[in-house]
């Protein structure tokens, strides 16, 4: 017998993985925590620095957790807040800049922690998205406090990172409600719209990202009851921004080219939308 010399090769195609962006509100829900340790080993998961700031600030927020509370009610409780920060701790220190397995944007590229081959200057872009959409926020009911600010983050982070997903927690009260993350974009004056699941784009992420979850062994959270909430936020605007690092005048507020004769251009947030669906609901009509 000839055995053949050709060795057996096997070859895999991947996907690449999910990017995924995180809502404040599900990183400091209990079971959204203990969700995230699960996603970090099997997505690209990205955090702003408020939340950041929050965590090097966890033990205020342990002893006193009102101010990372919903001010309308109906999130997590104080003892789910003090669980979760501990949980983040234990995933901070073991899949921070060692591990690889979280990514994040803080003020500058040293602090940041980004993924290999990410263009740096993403940092400078997410700072000048940030301070333009302060100034929507400047005109909110609620403009203040560390929640406010980290998912001021979350949402400009969202807009400029290529592919991503902002995953974040549904209203446990009403599961028809909008999620309190884009009844923040409301009152930004960033139109958000529901998506019907019977959407062919929808059905198709929506089943594409359900597979990574049940690969990832993470499909008994959603049997639990965690109400997960795919967001897209769409800002053109941002294409606006100019290349290399000089940000100056990029406001919200518009401003003028170099040209003898200036002409206003949009703002960084103009035109931006937001559109989501419930990762796990019955499907129905969605509207603006």
Request: charged share 25%.
């Amino acid at each position: 017998m000839v055995r053949s010399l050709e060795r057996e090769v096997s070859v895999r195609i991947g996907r690449p993985r999910w990017r995924c962006v995180l809502d404040p509100h599900l990183c400091l829900s209990h079971e959204g925590a203990a969700f995230v340790c699960g996603l970090a080993g099997h997505a690209e998961v990205w955090l702003g620095p408020e939340f950041l700031n929050i965590l090097d600030g966890w033990l205020l927020y342990d002893r006193a957790p009102a101010p990372l509370m919903w001010s309308t009610g109906g999130g997590p409780t104080e003892d789910e807040i003090r669980q979760a920060l501990r949980i983040w701790q234990r995933l901070r220190d073991t899949a921070g800049l060692g591990g690889g397995r979280l990514s994040w944007v803080r003020d500058a590229v040293r602090e940041s922690c980004l993924p290999a081959g990410t263009d740096q200057s993403l940092v400078a872009h997410w700072e000048a998205m940030a301070e333009a959409l302060d100034e929507r926020l400047s005109k909110a009911v609620e403009r203040h406090g560390p929640m406010v600010a980290a998912t001021r983050d979350a949402v400009a982070l969202a807009a400029l990172l290529p592919g991503s997903i902002l995953l974040s927690l549904g209203d446990r009260g009403d599961p028809r409600a909008a999620p309190p993350l884009c009844r923040h974009l409301k009152e930004w004056h960033l139109p958000n719209r529901r998506l019907d699941l019977a959407d062919d784009l929808v059905s198709i992420e929506r089943g594409l990202l359900m597979q990574m979850l049940v690969e990832a062994g993470l499909a008994g959270f959603l049997w639990s009851g965690l109400r997960l909430v795919v967001v897209h936020v769409v800002a053109p605007g941002h294409s606006r921004l100019p290349v290399g690092h000089d940000f100056a005048c990029v406001g919200e507020e518009g401003d003028f080219l170099a040209e003898p004769e200036p002409r206003p251009i949009k703002g960084l947030w103009e035109d931006a939308l937001g559109f989501w669906y419930d990762l796990a609901a019955e499907d129905y009509r969605g509207k603006w």
